[in-house]
Structures are given as structure tokens and as C-alpha cells.
């Protein structure tokens, strides 16, 4: 993903111990997709959130009424916060890999928090399958897959699954290798969603060459998908 240039602005001098008034930053996020990060007085990324709407959604947590009717644990994250740092990017689904690749990255304290000692979800593919096909896991294996996340947003999550089978044309019956008896019982391929492996309408080869412009997507590597801002 290309990046813009870092901008920053100096923090509001205040105490040590009391988080800086970051509104009038707050009120100049756009209206646009994107991941926000947020930072404690070290610097250290403690939080990472995708939004279809970064003001509104950063806004949120800076309500009056949020600090009153949050439970213990985002209260003490609200209170962390000194700096907040937003990449936007074109769609919600581009948010949604974005924050799991930074959620990797950092592995902030707050995420983890949040999930009770959940897994994230992961998505999986076999590469030496026949004709592979993507997964969701909350368990990374030794298995020979390759595994892409870990994702925060299971509805969004399985969303974007459904969006990149349908760009890619890829395969979402379960057989390991489709044969014609699933292609009878198959819409995917009657509206274009899927390229038909199973009945030879493409090649092994040129079906793993649309897998892995898939795993490039999941991995996202796409061109000017993304800009970076981040404002003190």
C-alpha cells in the first residue's frame, strides 16, 4: 500500500498525567473509510479500529455520554488516548484488511482486551489443493495453508470473503475438488461469480493464478488503496 507523508501537529501542553484535548483534531477526520490508531503518551499503539466513517466513529468515543455509559475497560482505553493516528482508504473491505495487517503489526493491549481471550479470525488457503478455495480459521496451524490476518470484524470479515470470491471468481462450494454433480447443483458460475474448475471451464493453472491475485488482495498489495495521516 502506498503511503502519503506523515503529518503532525504538536500535542496541547498539558500535565503528565492528564491525556491531552485532542476535539479539535477529532473534528477535522473525514467522512471516510479507514483505520484509526490510538496512542498512549509513549507513543505506543494501544488500539487499532476500522470505520466506514472515521469521524463519526472516532467521534463516538469522545462523547460525553460514552465516558458515562462505558464499561471499565473502554473507559480506561478513552482515558489513554494522546494521540490518534488515522489511515483512509477507498471501501469499508480495504478498513477491514488494513486493520488486521496494523492489529498484527502491533498487537495492541486494548484489542486483545477486548476479545475476553477469543481468537481472531483468520483466513486460510492450500495452495496445493487441486483447485484451492479460502477458509476462515481461528486456529493457526504447521498445516502447509497460507493464513492471512487476524481479522476483528467477523461479520465484516466474512462480507469481504463473499466480495473477493465474486472479483476473483473463485470457487465457494466445499468439495475438496469439485466435480460436475456440484456444478448441477451450482448458481455461481450462471451468474458469474465463479469460474467453473469443476466442469474444466478453466484451467488448474490459470484457476491457481486467480487464487493467488486473491492472496495478493488479502495481503494488500494494492496500488494507491491507501493514504496515511497522522496528527498530534
Known sequence: MQKEPVTSHPISKAPVSTPPDLSELVRQLPHKPGVYLYKDRLNKVIYVGKARDLHKRVSQYFHPSRRMTADR??????ESI???ETHTVKTEPEAILLEGKLIKEYRPRYNISFRDDKRFLLVKVNLNDPFPRFQLTRMKKEDGFRYFGPFAHSGALRSTLSLMKRKF???SCRPDIPEEADFKHCLDHVIKQCSAPCVARITRAGYLAQVRQACEFWRGNRRRCCNKSSRR
Open 169 to 171: 471468481h473463485l470457487r
Open 73 to 78: 475497560k473502554t473507559r480506561a482505553l478513552i
Open 82 to 84: 494522546w494521540d490518534i
